[in-house]
């Protein structure tokens, strides 16, 4: 089976600072990468809907000098004629060099790297993992902090169904000292197998709130999410909980000065656009580390040296 990046915990912590050096050098110098691709072709499989996530690796191929196909719904794939994942992956192995997949059911990512002959990177797969948005999320502390170690890191919306909070978590528990502040409403706090299996189980200081602005000026980080409505199984109970949070310019004013406020994106209400050009908000610059950072993960998965 070739490495293929399900989780992020499927990168050691040496790995993980290895790419993000990696995409801090194709920030400085774009040009000593700009071909370094070529020839190489990358699928994206995406069976669920996605602006960044899919065109940020399109963009991050096309930038290293490669090409990608693919598609972008299932509806324009042949698993509305029934088609297996297991299927699909071992004929886009006759075609791409690596690929990337996107799918609303659990587990389905696992299923293609199982089958594939080409590296497989999860994309998102329903609410369980999304490690290239937390290789973004990691990156862009670590560019705008500098450090992961001693951070106290909220995290705030849907923490039930989030699986970019999911992922988060998981990754930032490696560093030292990191501390949570889970701030939801009780019907979307985490699930127990991050909280019982993960949190507790190594003795992960967190604490489950669920009024932002109590703790908004101790935190060095807050990581905002969207209240999923394709998540939700009644039009109900999402409606009577979307708009739950909302960051504004009065609950930014107790924030401390050097709070960044991150999101995967894409938001709703929950962040309101009159903080979009506070410094402190750096969602849309996340999103340019994020393209870096996959530019990085495709030439480690090629296993692309540069010098
Ligand atoms: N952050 C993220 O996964 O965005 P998309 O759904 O647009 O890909």
Redesign the pocket.
Known sequence: MPRCILSPLDLSVEELNGLMDTAMDIMKNPEKYSKTCEGKVLATLFYE??????LSFEAAMLRLGGRTMGFHSADSSSATKGETVADTIRVMSKFADICAMRHPKEGAALVAAEKSDIPVINA?DGGHQ?PT?TLTDLMTIKALKGHFDNLTVGMCGDLKFGR?VHSLIKALVRYDNVKFIFISPKELMLPSYIRDDLLIQNNIAFREVTKLEEVLPSLDVLYMTRVQRERFFNEEDYVRLKDFYILDKKKMDLAGKEMLVLH???RVNEIATEIDDDPRAVYFEQVRYGMYIRMALILKLLEIKVK
């Open positions: 809907p996605s602006t960044r996530t899919r998102g999304h948005q970019t995967p994106l894409p």
